[in-house]
């Protein structure tokens, strides 16, 4: 045991340093591109606060890896693809070694070619420009980052914020779940389940203390600026303030943790909560935590860096034969001045999409960065429900499991096996069977057991 012990402690010392770099590319699209975050169409009139792809890249020994984070609603599978292509084509970084996903920001462009297919000529071209370019620029964020590399130390905390998430779906006193159920509304019973209000960051910096980058991971939506000017959401002034206090060279890079069923919106109070006023009101609560946090990171020891990757086929969510043509005539109409009814909106597009896959399940990315042995990245796609992430959380061996959402594209909503036969407006869009979420939980605390 003692020579093991010996061996384990020379193998530390022997480990080369950790290297770090960071870099953030404008992906801002031009006015006139669709935008995204809902059922109608809506054009961009200009921008509030510029669109990034952030990267952040780790090097330990020869392993290289990068967590890159776009402020997009989401990627679809064919642009990561391409992206991580471009990536490894610039760098070497192998595409499976790339964490990439996206804020959910729900005032950027419209990435879903579909809908896009849907949209007046003009619109739809400016669109489709934008999507071919888009891989290359978040690459060239990567080839960057690994241009600024630089041997770094690396610390990492939890705080926790309680105030500013809520469970959207609620039980309502006629026996059935509301989502966003409206203020103050008498018939509401109680939520469905809890948020999670961990704060999770990783503080990297050079050897003399400088910052480099900060890495900050919250469950929560990004439905607050609204409008018709882009903007990043909330994790801009998370970002403006964190730069104000650790110096505006340092890069902060957020990312969403499992928020398909959370969202912004306290439903005890009647006051507004919509626009560029209370995103960043909420960035600022963040930033407070994280600021608190700085104060309490323990120090990684970056001895192993290390990424497994695994494709979880995930069945489809199950429709009628007759739906199939309702679907398209619902979505003949999709951006007249009278659209169909929402759910109905939502149906369809979730009948066609499942459609489109002639009974090929879902391929579900479950994506897992550790270094050392106190922290890991986990990456999954599409809307996850937070149940879901604290599953995996809870679970870890790591006591600082950082989870991240709409990684590697996007499956949809993944709600929990309890909500499906509870309905509302996740359960009608899940491209996903009931199930799919835990197979997803299953994947990651395999992978998790296996790499501690």
């Not at 009101?281 to 608190?292: F, P, Q």
């Not at 009608?428 to 199930?435: D, L, P």
């Amino acid at each position: 045991m003692r020579g093991l012990l010996i061996l384990l402690l020379a193998a530390s010392a022997w480990a080369a340093p950790l290297r770090v770099g960071r870099a953030a590319v404008k992906i801002t699209p031009p006015t006139g591109i669709p935008m995204a975050g809902y059922y109608n169409v809506r054009l961009a009139e200009g921008t509030l606060d510029d669109l990034y792809a952030k990267a952040i890249v780790l090097e330990q020994d020869s392993t290289r890896v990068a967590l890159v984070v776009c402020d997009l609603v989401a990627l679809e599978a064919e642009e990561v693809a391409a992206a991580r292509a471009a990536v490894t084509k610039l760098t070497g970084i192998p595409g499976d070694h790339v964490m990439l996903s996206a804020t959910h920001t729900h005032t950027g462009p419209l990435v879903r070619k579909r809908l896009l297919a849907t949209i007046a000529d003009e619109a739809r071209q400016i669109g489709e420009r934008y999507l071919d370019e888009l891989p290359g620029r978040i690459a060239e964020s990567v080839r960057l980052a690994v241009g600024s590399m630089r041997p770094a130390r690396v610390r990492a905390g939890l705080g926790r914020e309680e105030s500013v998430s809520f469970n959207r779906r609620y039980y309502m006193k006629d026996g059935t779940v509301g989502w966003n159920p409206g203020k103050l509304n008498p018939n509401i019973v109680e939520p469905t389940g809890p948020i999670d209000p961990d704060l999770g960051l990783v503080s990297f910096e050079s050897e003399t203390g400088e910052p480099i980058a900060t890495y900050i991971n919250f469950a929560l939506h990004l439905d607050t600026t609204g409008g018709l000017r882009f903007s990043a959401d909330y994790p801009a002034t998370l970002a403006r303030l964190l730069g104000q206090a650790r110096g505006s060279t340092m890069l902060t890079l957020f990312t969403i943790g499992c928020a398909g069923n959370i969202n912004h919106i306290d439903v005890k109070t009647r006051a507004p909560q919509k626009g560029p006023a209370e995103a960043a009101r909420i960035g600022t609560v963040l930033a407070g935590e994280a600021i608190k946090t700085y104060t309490r990171l323990e120090p990684i020891d970056p001895t192993a860096l290390r990424v497994k990757r695994e494709t979880v086929k995930l069945e489809l969510a199950r429709h009628e034969p007759g739906d199939v043509e309702w679907a398209r005539g619902v979505i003949a109409q999709f951006g007249k001045p009278t659209p169909p009814p929402f759910l109905d909106q939502v149906k369809a597009f979730r009948v066609l999409d499942v459609e489109a896959r002639q009974g090929r399940p879902l391929d579900a990315e479950v994506l897992v960065i550790t270094l050392g042995n106190r922290l890991v990245w986990v990456g999954l796609p599409g809307e996850v429900f937070t149940e879901l992430g604290m599953a995996i959380k809870k679970a870890s061996p790591f006591p600082y499991t950082i989870v991240v959402e709409l990684q590697a594209g996007s499956v949809g909503y993944v709600p929990n096996r309890k909500a499906y036969p509870e309905g509302a407006y996740e359960v009608v869009s899940a491209r996903c069977a009931r199930g799919s979420g835990e197979k997803l939980v299953d994947t990651a605390i395999r992978l998790l057991g296996a790499m501690r």
